[in-house]
Nanobody, 120 residues
Framework: QVQLVESGGGLVQAGGSLRLSCLAS????????MGWYRQTPGKQRELVAT???????NYADSVKGRFTISRDNAKNTVYLQMNSLKPEDTAVYYC??????????????WGQGTQVTVSS
């Protein structure tokens, strides 16, 4: 079994910062890409940022220059540093990992989500 557990969400004023963390654990052989997605009620889940094993990153245009994704491969952990937060960043943020299990089953795994609320 594989588990992804997020932490670090909360309520912050516009212009403030939050740091999200996500720990992947369980029967993991190798993690390829890790990332963060977000979703608001009535809308599809959207990509925020991804990071490959080697460190290559990809960001949604809406967060470029404000959010930074990083990972600690030794700890199977991905982070999202969010600065200059805006009310429109309010969403449930989900961690994602594309990985191979020790039985060589590949696929995407998701965390349970963490709420980020930015007040104006």
């Amino acid at each position: 079994q594989v588990q992804l557990v997020e932490s670090g969400g909360g309520l912050v004023q516009a212009g403030g910062s939050l740091r999200l963390s996500c720990l992947a654990s369980g029967s993991i052989f190798v993690i390829n890409v890790m990332g963060w997605y977000r979703q608001t009620p009535g809308k599809q889940r959207e990509l925020v940022a991804t990071i490959a094993t080697g460190g290559t990153t990809n960001y949604a245009d809406s967060v470029k220059g404000r959010f930074t994704i990083s990972r600690d491969n030794a700890k199977n952990t991905v982070y999202l540093q969010m600065n200059s937060l805006k009310p429109e960043d309010t969403a449930v943020y989900y961690c994602n990992a594309n990985l191979l299990t020790i039985t060589l089953k590949g696929g995407d795994y998701w965390g349970q989500g963490t709420q980020v609320t930015v007040s104006s």
